[in-house]
């Protein structure tokens, strides 16, 4: 079983919320990692998007706007990675990263598509 | 402005090495670590390993270990990744990208260079 994994894909409409999910392992407690969040549109590299601990341990990249959010979900062992007031633009590849085993580990990524 | 830029498109054959430049400017390279990520088309990101251009120290993904090597010349703010015994299973886009050291806020990203591996 991969030690992070995200949905494949996700819709939702222009102006409404998403909340994109990155699930650790069983074992693999969410509550002790940084969870990262990157964007990446076709043809083109990875965005830094944020880091989400704590809502006493977190950062925003640099630009990115504050309807991109970090939480987590304890019951499902999960990352959040919460989009407010979604646009077009929005419409990307949406990886979350952990630092597990001395290895930086993606999950598969979610392509978010708003229509 | 912070940028990253990769040398260009290789094509291999299997068995044969490649070896991927990252030229830094815009900032002090020793003061970041460059780590390296590729992604075969339509897959996920994957994570090679770290070097750190101050000491030359280096980490590496166990699914690479003895298969790859990350070097760097201070005097030219260039960082290199080369990857040996190419398999078809290599294709990629390479990609490098710099983050402080112990933290993994990859900030900036170079553009990516596609390694085709063909016979």
């Known amino acids: 079983q991969a030690v992070v994994t995200q949905p494949s894909s996700l819709s939702a409409s222009p102006g409404a919320s998403a909340s994109l999910t990155c699930t650790l392992r069983s074992g693999v407690n969410v509550g002790a990692y940084n969870i990262y969040w990157f964007r990446q549109n076709p043809g083109s590299p990875p965005q830094y998007l944020l880091r989400?601990?704590?809502?006493?341990?977190?950062?925003?990249g640099s630009g990115v706007p504050s309807r991109f959010s970090g939480s987590k979900d304890f019951p499902a062992n999960a990352g959040i990675l919460f989009i407010s007031g979604l646009q077009s633009e929005d419409e990307a590849d949406y990886h979350c990263?952990?630092?597990?085993?001395?290895?930086?580990?993606f999950g598969g990524g979610t392509r978010l598509t708003v229509l | 402005q912070v940028q990253l830029v990769q040398s260009g498109a290789e094509v291999k054959k299997p068995g044969a090495s490649v070896k991927v430049s990252c030229k830094a400017s815009?900032?002090?390279?020793?003061?970041?670590?460059i780590n390296w990520v590729r992604q075969a088309a339509g897959q996920g990101l994957e994570w090679l390993g770290w070097m750190s251009p101050n000491s030359g120290n280096t980490g590496y993904a166990q699914k690479f270990q003895g298969r790859i090597t990350m070097t760097r010349d201070t005097s030219i703010s260039t960082a290199y990744m080369e990857l040996y015994s190419l398999r078809s299973e290599d294709t990629a886009v390479y990609y490098c990208?710099?983050?402080?050291?112990?933290?993994?806020?990859?900030?900036?990203w170079g553009q990516g260079a596609l390694v085709t591996v063909s016979s």
């Open positions: 990263m952990i630092w597990h085993s001395a290895h930086w580990v």
């Open positions: 990208a710099r983050n402080l050291a112990h933290t993994g806020d990859f900030d900036h």
């Open positions: 989400f601990k704590s809502d006493s341990d977190k950062q925003q």
């Open positions: 815009g900032y002090m390279f020793t003061a970041y670590d």
